[in-house]
C-alpha cells in the first residue's frame, strides 16, 4: 500500500484488519500534531486513554512528552507523534513482532509522506521497529533515508526513573542544531 497523500493514509488505517487488535481496540491511535512536522516523534502503542479518545499520548506519557517538547523548545506546528501500532495491545503489553510487522506499512507510509527532518524514537520498541533492535547507542544521532535519528528515553520510562532527566537533558541540548 503506497498512499500518495497522508488524508488518504488516515482514511484507510482505521479500517485494517491485518491483525487481531483490530477486535479488541476501541478505535484506531493515529496522529497527534503537525501534517507538516520538522521533528516526528514514534512512540510505542496507544494506552487506556488513547484507546477511549484515540488521540496518540493523552494520558500521564503524554504529559511528559509536553515537558519534552517544551524543552527543546518546539513549536505546536513543529512537532507530530505517532505510534509503532495504531491499536491498543490487551492490558498494555508490548506490542509483538507480528503485531509490528502488520502494521509497518502504515508506519512507513507516515514517515514518508510527514517527511520530517528529525525523527526520534521514543524508547526500544521505536526503535526495533524502525530500524531494528539495538541499532542506535543512546547519545548516536544517524541519519536514515534523509532524516536525521535519534533516540530518547519512552516518556513513560521518565515516570518512573526521574533520574534520567538530567541526561537526556544533556542528550537534547547536544543535538539541538538539528532543529534550531
Ligand atoms: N505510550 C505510547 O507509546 N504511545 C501513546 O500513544 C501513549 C503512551
Not at 512528552?65 to 505517532?82: C, F, G, K, P, T
Not at 521514543?122 to 541499532?135: I, Y
Request: hydrophobic share 35%; with cysteine; glycine share 6%.
Amino acid at each position: 500500500m503506497n498512499c500518495v497523500s497522508l488524508e488518504e493514509l488516515e482514511k484507510q488505517i482505521p479500517t485494517c484488519t491485518s491483525c487481531p487488535l483490530h477486535e479488541t481496540a476501541t478505535q484506531k491511535v493515529i496522529r497527534k500534531g503537525s501534517e507538516n512536522p520538522k521533528i516526528l516523534f514514534i512512540g510505542e502503542a496507544p494506552g487506556k486513554n488513547e484507546d477511549e479518545t484515540g488521540v496518540p499520548f493523552c494520558g500521564r506519557a503524554g504529559k511528559v512528552l509536553d515537558q519534552i517538547i517544551d524543552y527543546m523548545r518546539l513549536d505546536e506546528q513543529e512537532w507530530a507523534v505517532i505510534n509503532t501500532i495504531k491499536c491498543r495491545p490487551p492490558n498494555n503489553r508490548n506490542p509483538n513482532k507480528k503485531e509490528l510487522q502488520a502494521c509497518r506499512s502504515f508506519l512507513e507510509n507516515q514517515i514518508e509522506l510527514l517527511d520530517p527532518k528529525v525523527i526520534i524514537l521514543l524508547g526500544n520498541t521505536a526503535e526495533t521497529a524502525f530500524v531494528g533492535k539495538g541499532t542506535l547507542g543512546w547519545g548516536e544521532c544517524r541519519e536514515i533515508d534523509g532524516s536525521k535519528v535519534l533516540k530518547l528515553y519512552h516518556p513513560a520510562a521518565l515516570i518512573y526513573t526521574r533520574s534520567r532527566i538530567p541526561e537526556q537533558h544533556q542528550f537534547i541540548d547536544a543535538n539541538r542544531k538539528l532543529w534550531e
